[in-house]
């Protein structure tokens, strides 16, 4: 149990070796340890700032605004994507990476090896931009080392090109270039953030805790005014024209006249659109608003509008059209078709004569048209919310002479774009009232809160509502009876005038042989006008009068409209206003809704010829409550169309006198755009109401 070995004593050598050992060691711990002092609390500040630094500033990008069409459906929005970067130097196998790139990306093999090979000794190369999710878990999966996905965000359009030309473009670095992308660019882009990411040995990307980020800061979403379906045939039925007359491009606007609101705006070009840059150009170049040309005959329109206005002429007041041959101020006028002799004024404007339009503005005198041109918005730009767009060009008054103020008035030497015309129609439409054309409905917050973007705007008042009503007539008999045939379509009262002008050369005055622009402005129904539409079509190598061109694709587009199953507003010709309520016309107590002549629109209005709002007429009072359609029953037209005008409803009205009958019932729900449809006839006094 015990050791009774003995031991030897120990050699004082060995004691010395020991401690010398011990204080080697000792003092290279000292040394180790002060060497650590000196780095971390002495030199700190000499070291850190020498050192690299493993943290990486990330950018947090905010989420763009969607913009969305009237009802609420995205046409442009974002998709949350990836930038994919590779670190070569720790990646290992090229060939492979590059088969499995191919495989998920899509893309040529050779060509991600040759990025990769060329890189080899680079620790950050850029492989493939807006890499979506899927693609990013098949990356992941294939366990590739030395992949980096950097969050991004994708621009797409849900609807592909519809309304592109209106909704914009955005370029790399997200920011608009055209369209509502460029004039809403504030609004839409946000505010980017930012945040700290800490990088390892292997270059992967943590969390830094220890550093504060920066949220962003959403954009807020745009709702436009067009309507999708309106927009797909205004647009489908544009392209087949420019096929059909093989045109270079062309250009269309549907507005509601009552509002000023564009429900469609097309801009297209004759080339393939499955061609991308075709695509990217439409999309950067909106030629309803900033493509310019000579009107031609539809300029007409403003002209007749201004002898009514002033009284120079009478819709039944002669003029002599000098057979077709005119010599007039030193040059001679024809007229393109046929040779005309003694015409009416509204006649003139039916067959649109060129010799007869040259008498009215001889007569009108070049101050008063010129006044007209400038109420009417032609010369300025019309403020609607789009970029680039052109004003058109009105040559100063002081510089006409009698043969210039002809060829303005029948739409020569004058430029003008496709949304003016529009807006132009509009007024005659409407009752003579300019208003601003409205493209955007709404700022939505990204909260929900939406803020309107504007409310009807009335410019200025252009012409009195029986100028407007005389003129209908006579554009409504240029369609069924005149110039403009071809745009009618059975059962649809249409109003409407064609334009054909030779195009310009640029740079030099005069025009190039062979180059005409084609157009057809027109609205419908005329009982109560609920579209304004214009089509515009450039160089058309066949059939370029607009006769014979614009104004079919015109009859094409209302004929697919008033064809929609939600169209009940389009009442047809010969059919009772009246009768949209079922039972109404056969109720013996209302027999003054029978049918017994034409009926005529008036937009509801309070306000005077001259702009001036009245003083509201004594009537009885009206018991229905706020939002609800009133009891007209009993009242006079005017009392009737001063309660309708108080809550924003448009009327449509058969007969004179007293109200008998009206559509919808007292007590109904007010809807955005509804008509009140009313039946009036005179009484004898102490007659009473039904």
């Known amino acids: 149990m015990f050791d009774n070995r003995v031991h030897e004593p120990v050699n004082a050598r060995d004691v010395k070796r020991l401690r010398g050992a011990a204080f080697v060691l000792l003092l290279g711990v000292v040394v180790v340890l002060f060497e650590s002092y000196r780095i971390q609390v002495w030199k700190r500040g ?32 974002d998709l949350p994507s990836y930038t994919l970067s590779v670190d070569p130097t720790v990646m290992g196998g090229f060939r492979r990476a590059a088969a499995v790139f191919a495989e998920a990306l899509g893309g040529d093999r050779d060509g991600y090896l040759r990025l990769l090979s060329r890189n080899a000794r680079n620790e950050f190369v850029t492989v493939h931009r807006h890499v979506s999710e899927e693609q990013k878990a098949a990356l992941e999966a294939a366990g590739l080392r030395g992949l980096l996905f950097n969050p991004s965000r994708l621009r797409i359009h849900p609807v592909g ?21 460029m004039q809403y660019e504030t609004v839409l882009s946000g505010e980017n953030g930012w945040r700290f990411l800490q990088v390892d040995g292997r270059n992967r990307l943590h ?19 067009l309507d999708p379906t309106l927009q797909t045939i205004v647009e489908d039925e544009l392209r087949r024209g420019l096929v059909r007359y ?29 061609d991308e840059a075709v695509g990217i150009q439409e999309g950067l170049q909106n030629r309803a608003v900033q493509a310019i040309f000579e009107p031609g005959s539809t300029l007409k329109v403003v002209t007749a509008a201004a002898a009514l206005e002033e009284g120079v002429f009478e819709p039944e007041s002669p003029i002599y059209c000098e057979n077709g041959e005119f010599r007039f101020a030193g040059h001679v006028l024809h007229d393109h078709d046929k040779k005309y002799g003694q015409l009416s004024f509204s006649r003139v404007l039916e067959v649109s004569s060129n010799i007869g339009i040259a008498k009215v503005t001889r007569k009108l005198g070049r101050k008063r048209l010129y006044k007209t041109l400038q109420a009417f918005g032609f010369g300025t730009r019309t403020a609607v919310d789009l970029p680039g767009e052109a004003g058109g ?11 210039t103020t002809a060829a303005i008035g029948f739409g020569q030497g004058i430029s003008v774009t496709t949304l003016q015309v529009a807006g132009m129609m509009a007024a005659v439409a409407n009752g003579g009232e300019l208003l601003k054309p ?16 504007g409310r009807r705007e009335v410019l200025r008042r252009v012409l009195r509502p029986e100028t407007a009503a005389r003129l209908s007539e006579i554009l409504e008999r240029a369609v069924s009876q005149g110039s403009g045939a071809a745009a009618g379509v059975p059962g649809i009262r249409i109003a409407g005038k064609t334009g054909t002008a030779q195009k310009s050369a640029p740079g030099s005055r005069g025009y190039t042989p ?106 009885r009072r009206i018991d229905t409550p706020a939002g609800t359609v009133p009891d007209l029953n009993g009242l006079s037209l005017r009392e009737a169309l001063t309660a309708l005008a108080e809550r924003k409803i448009e009327a449509r009205v058969r007969g004179e006198g007293v109200v008998t009958a009206q559509s919808p019932e007292p007590g109904s729900r007010i809807v955005s755009g509804m008509v009140c449809f009313i039946a009036c006839e005179f009484r004898r006094s102490g007659e009473p109401n039904p």
């Open 46 to 77: 000499q070291y850190t700032a020498i050192r690299p630094d493993d943290r990486r500033r990330a950018e947090w990008l905010a989420k763009r605004g969607v913009i969305r069409d009237r009802y609420g459906n995205p046409l442009a929005t």
């Open 161 to 181: 090109r519809v309304g592109l030309p209106v909704v914009g473009r955005i370029n790399g670095d997200r920011r608009g270039i055209s369209g509502i992308e």
């Open 207 to 225: 969390a830094c805790p220890d550093e504060s980020d920066r949220l962003p800061r959403d954009g807020r979403d745009v709702r436009l005014t």
């Open 246 to 274: 093989k045109a270079f491009a062309g250009s269309a606007v549907l507005m509601n006249p009552a509002d000023g609101e564009v429900l469609a705006m097309a801009s297209v070009t004759a080339e393939d659109p499955s």
């Open 393 to 403: 060009s009105l040559p100063p008054v002081y510089g006409w002479n009698d043969f």
């Open 438 to 453: 409205r493209v955007v409905l709404s700022v939505q917050e990204p909260d929900g809160r939406e803020t309107p973007a």
């Open 514 to 619: 062979g180059l005409y622009t084609s157009s057809f402005a027109g609205f419908w129904p005329c009982e109560a006008p609920r579209f304004v539409l214009v089509v515009v079509l450039e160089e058309p190598r066949q059939e370029y009068y607009a006769a014979s061109s614009a104004a079919p694709i015109f009859a094409s587009v209302v004929q697919r409209i008033v064809s929609l199953p939600s169209s009940p507003w389009m009442i047809r010709r010969g059919e009772d206003a009246l009768a949209v309520r079922p039972g109404l016309k056969d109720d013996p107590g209302r027999g003054a809704a029978e049918p017994s002549g034409k009926s005529r629109f008036v937009l509801a209005s309070s306000e005077t010829p001259g702009g001036l709002r009245t003083a509201a007429p004594r009537r």
